[in-house]
């Protein structure tokens, strides 16, 4: 069929094959069934199935008359096809026999490499097991070696002496030897001979080994012989297990002191012990009573000394191991390059490697923790213990501190030898441990109760007034404040708002609270300190309070006088400040002051500190403690030097304020004081001398009840101001009559003796308070320009003239010199405009006053420009002079006395 439809396939077929595809399709199909298809014919007429037979026996004959046609084209075609055919297979015969004949080559080479390759395998194996026998029969033999030596390094005899480090030594190779050291792959654990040795040898001395290490380290420890300590040390640094012996000390004494302190303070064990010890005291005579805070301090002592002599032991070890090395020990070592784990700077930092922290400040926290976490406890239940606690700080510090100094060093274990793992912050460590994991809380609030005694000891110098309603009460409170006197409404309403003057009683109990509380805490520097800032806080408020009491007092008067029930509550406030002043200054004089009794101890701090490095040095020796207790003493002092420098400081910003607030309140009263004096002083007029109450009030009022010389120190130049001002104001009194020179030289006099009052009430409190006198001849020119003001308001017109004269004047013997020029030519133009007035040119004489000319001024806008400084305004001043003087000489009645005197006047003011 293919045959057939490649014959078909050619384009003149084509035709032909369609045509055969047509009438027999049907039979080329593959799923032709000849039976369906008969049975399908035999279903029709006999006339239908003849008609078909002759179709299909047609068909057959076309269909084999094409089936030749095409064998017959195609024969050719076919013919080469075989040829082809034929080739291909010859080909592909040869190809077999070059492939046989190349397996069979390939077999032979095969034969010829694999057969040296299996007896190259089989003798290098063969040597490898050789080579393993060898080292394990050499390693037995080295073991056998070790075990003799381990043998005679700890005799079986125990009264011959063991060397127990080279024993440690020896058992560190045989462990390696037999772990596999030795190249034996699986070591020598199995071998009859070695497993018999280990058990008979080397395991009962390694346990005699560990025994004495043990018994070293732990007596060395409890009896403080660093060197027993640091022989243990070395039998297990050559057993290869220091750290691990190391770091289960450590944590054996941490475990053992957690149990041990473990309800020691529980207040029923406590209440119960005390029960059992009255209930014997009373069957006795009933003495020996007891409380459960007697019951606390005595288990919180045990306890503390318990702690110190665990501290003092681990010290010991660690001080040991900061200064304790890898030495090179000569040894026998199978291992050459497996000892790299105990390479190490001192034995301190294997074991830090291994514990994590150095072995005193992990057990320190630890014990410390477990110690403030029964203290809590113990707090928790009881009240009694907690107020015990609190109140007792003090005693608590000075309770631990004492007794944990040894161990409380600034780096604990003192070594110089600590290895960089192990260089952590110092506040990690020691005495901050003990203040954040235990002190702190009871320190806080201990200085809270002290800040709040401070505190109402400070309240009560200013008690609240009472509610309103209680007139008895508030006026009984009322007469507290040291006066009898009808007030006004506005005072009485301040007084009541503002509370009673503190007394001396009340602010001496401030002191005594202060100067209690920093005695309580002097034996601990930091709570001195913070003792001290407390009360700095309490006189901070009374300063405060003070500041608004007087605030309020002048908010009241300002604009006008203080009346004296006001002004001796301000003087009473600042007086309550002197005294707290003074009283806090004692106290810092006999207790932190530095007096001539106290230089020797400066040296000897000044000495300590150039000691430093001695000092440190001699804490580094690897002696017994008994050497250091020199350089604790030298700490204490250092510590007790600095407190004192501390709470000096903190002190002496309290007198800073108080001294501040006295100095400024003073300023205030003095400053109310001088202008009133000041205003008196420029509307006095010869009918009345209104400058005598502000000075009496000042005297009487402001510097007597002081009791501080502050006030006292600028009023010699205040009484200097007013008299010279007051010298001014007279120079211009106009008009000068004979009646007006009288009544001012009474004036003159009277001021005089007012101001020698308020420097002699000066004098007197300098001297009561040591200091020197004074007079009122000691002001010097404007005292002495005063007593000129008498004779010179007397003196005739020529005689004035002469004085006026530059030539007289000028002259170093005159008296006159120390009146100033413009006071000089202000009387002149005063005396001369006097002189017109009576001559009838009133109008004119009273517009040539220097005042007057500049524009109408008043005779105070004049006085405070002859007051101020400045070239500009003298010259102003001397011009205005000048213009009087013209105005006066320009007058129809001008004598040629008066012309002399306005020449000798002008020319004294070029």
């Given at each position: ?24 399709g ?14 399908r014919?035999?279903?029709?007429s ?6 078909l037979?002759?179709t ?24 080469q ?18 492939v046989?004949l ?8 095969r ?15 063969q040597?490898?097991n050789?080579?393993a026998a ?8 080295k ?6 030596r381990?043998k005679a ?7 011959l002496r ?6 440690a030594?020896?058992?560190l ?8 050291g ?12 070695v ?5 008979d040898?080397?395991?009962p001395r390694?346990?005699r080994?560990?025994?004495e290490?043990e ?8 009896d403080?012989r ?8 070395v039998?297990?640094f050559?057993l290869?297990m220091?750290?691990?012996a190391?770091?289960?000390t ?7 002191w957690?149990g ?6 529980d ?5 119960a ?5 009255n ?21 919180l002592e045990a306890?503390?000394d318990?702690l ?5 032991e ?9 200064r304790?090395?890898d030495?090179?020990v000569?040894?026998?070592?199978v291992?050459v390059?497996?000892a790299?784990?105990l390479d190490?700077?001192s ?8 514990l994590?922290?150095?072995?005193l400040?992990?057990w ?8 403030a ?10 009240t ?5 606690l609190?109140?007792?700080?003090v005693?608590?510090?000075q309770l631990?501190?004492p007794?944990?100094?040894c161990?409380l060093?600034s ?11 192990a260089?952590q ?8 441990v003990?203040?954040?994991r235990?002190?702190?809380k ?7 109760r002290a ?16 509610p ?10 009322a ?6 006197d009808?007030h006004?409404?506005a ?10 003057l ?6 001496a ?5 202060i100067?209690?509380?920093?005695e ?7 709570l001195?300190?913070?003792?001290a ?7 901070s408020?009374f300063v ?6 007087l605030?309020?007092?002048m908010?009241?008067?300002?604009g ?8 001796k509550?301000?003087?009473?406030l600042v007086?309550?400040a002197e005294?707290?002043?003074a009283?806090?200054?004692?106290l810092?004089e006999?207790e932190?002051?530095?007096s001539?009794?106290s ?12 000691d430093?490095?001695?000092h440190?040095?001699?804490?580094s ?6 050497s250091v207790?020199?350089?604790?003493q ?6 007790s030097?600095?407190?004192?420098m501390?709470v000096?400081d903190?002190?002496?910003?309290c ?7 006295i ?9 109310a ?20 109450a ?10 007597e009840p ?9 009023l ?8 010279s001002?007051?010298?001014?104001v007279?120079c ?7 009646e007006?020179k009288?009544k001012?030289t ?10 020698s009052?308020?420097i002699a ?21 404007s ?10 308001l ?17 002259l170093?013997s005159?008296p ?5 020029v413009?006071?000089l030519?202000d009387?002149v133009?005063?005396?001369?405009a ?5 001559n009838?040119?009133h ?5 040539a006053?220097p005042?007057a000319v ?16 400045g ?12 213009q009087?003087?013209e105005?006066l ?10 012309k002399?005197?306005?020449q ?7």
């Open positions: 069929m293919s045959q057939i439809g490649s014959a078909l396939s050619s384009p003149e077929a084509n035709g032909d094959y369609q045509q055969f595809e047509s009438k027999y049907e039979f080329l199909s593959a799923d032709f069934d000849a039976l369906e298809y008969a049975q014919i035999g279903a029709g006999s006339d239908g199935i003849t008609q037979m002759a299909l026996s047609s068909r057959a004959s076309s269909l084999e008359s094409l089936l030749k046609h095409t064998i017959l084209s195609s024969h050719s075609e076919l013919l096809q075989v040829v082809s055919v034929r080739s291909v297979d010859v080909s592909l015969g040869q190809i077999e026999d070059q046989r190349i397996k069979a080559s390939m077999h032979g080479l034969t010829k490499v694999r057969v040296p390759y299996e007896q190259a395998l089989r003798y290098t194996t040597a490898g050789l080579q060898t080292a394990c029969v050499r390693a037995t033999a073991f056998v070696q070790l075990v003799r381990l390094q700890i005799p079986d005899d125990p009264a063991a060397d127990y480090p080279l024993a030594l020896t058992m190779d045989i462990e390696r030897l037999v772990a596999g030795g190249g034996s792959g699986s070591g020598l654990s199995g071998v009859r001979l497993d018999q040795a280990i058990t040898a080397v395991d390694r346990a080994t560990l025994a290490a018994r070293l380290v732990g007596g060395g420890m409890r403080a660093q060197s027993d300590v640091a022989a243990g040390l039998i297990l050559n290869g220091l750290p691990q190391a770091a289960a450590v944590r054996r004494y941490t475990v053992e957690a041990h302190v473990a309800g020691r303070l207040p029923a064990a406590m209440q012990q005390v029960r059992e010890h209930a014997q005291a009373a069957l006795a005579d009933g003495s020996d009573m007891i409380g459960i805070t007697a019951v606390l301090w005595a288990r306890l503390v318990d110190a002599r665990r501290g003092l681990l010290r010991v070890l660690e001080r040991v191991l900061a304790k090395r030495a090179v000569p040894r026998f070592d291992s390059g497996s790299g784990s190490g700077d034995f301190q930092g294997l074991v830090v490697a291994q994590g922290d150095r072995a400040a992990f320190w926290r630890t014990a410390v923790a477990a110690l976490a029964e203290l809590d406890a113990a707090c928790a239940q009881s009694v213990i907690r107020q015990t609190i109140n007792g700080y005693r608590l510090v631990l501190l007794k944990l100094e161990i060093a780096r604990l274990g003192g070594g110089g030898g600590i290895v960089s793992v260089a912050p110092e506040s990690d460590y020691g005495l901050a003990l203040w954040d235990l002190l702190a009871y320190e806080a609030e201990y200085v809270a800040a709040a005694r401070i505190e109402d000891a400070v309240g009560r110098c200013f008690p609240p007034p009472p309103p309603g209680l007139l008895d009460a508030q006026e009984a409170w007469s507290t404040s040291g006066s009898s009808r006004s409404p005072e009485q309403q301040l007084m009541l708002g503002g509370s009673a503190p007394s001396r009683k009340l602010v109990g401030v002191v005594r609270s100067t209690t509380e920093l309580m805490a002097k034996s601990d520097a930091r001195s300190a913070a003792v800032q407390a009360a700095a806080t309490a006189v408020s405060a309070t003070c500041e608004a009491k605030a309020a007092t908010a009241l008067v300002r006008t006088e203080l009346s004296p029930a006001l002004a509550f301000c003087v009473g007086n309550a005294s707290l002043r009283g806090l200054s004692a810092c006999s932190y002051g530095v001539s009794s230089s020797s101890g400066s040296r000897r701090l000044r000495q300590i500190q150039n430093g490095s001695k440190r040095r001699s804490q020796s690897v002696s017994t403690f008994s207790s020199d350089s604790q030298q700490q204490a002092l250092l510590l030097s600095s407190a004192a501390v000096r903190i002190l002496d910003n007198l800073h304020d108080l001294l501040a607030l100095s400024r309140q003073a300023t205030v009263l003095l400053d004081a001088d202008a009133a004096i000041t205003e008196a002083i420029l509307n006095s007029d010869t009918s009345d001398v209104p400058f005598e502000p000075m009496q009030w000042l005297q009487t009022q402001v510097l002081l009791e501080t010389d502050i006030a006292r120190r600028p010699s130049a205040m009484v200097d101001r007013f008299l001002l007051y010298t001014r007279v211009l009194t106009f008009p000068l009559t004979e007006a009288l001012l009474a004036e003159v006099t009277q001021f005089e003796f007012a101001c009052q308020l009430a000066t004098s007197s409190k300098a001297t009561s308070s040591g200091g020197g006198g004074g007079k009122l001849a000691d002001l010097g020119r005292y002495r320009a005063l007593r000129l003001m008498r004779p010179l007397f003196t005739d017109i020529a005689e004035l003239a002469r004085i006026v004269d530059p030539s007289t004047r000028n170093s005159s006159w010199s120390d009146l100033p413009v006071d030519v009387h133009v005063c005396r001369i006097t002189e017109q007035q009576t009838g040119a109008a004119s004489s009273e517009a006053m005042y500049l524009g109408g001024w008043s005779k105070h806008r004049w006085i405070e420009l002859t007051n101020s400084s070239l500009q305004k003298m010259n102003d001043v001397k011009q205005a002079l000048v009087s003087l105005q000489a320009l007058l129809p009645t001008i004598t040629p006395a008066m002399q005197l306005i000798a006047a002008t020319a004294i003011l070029h």
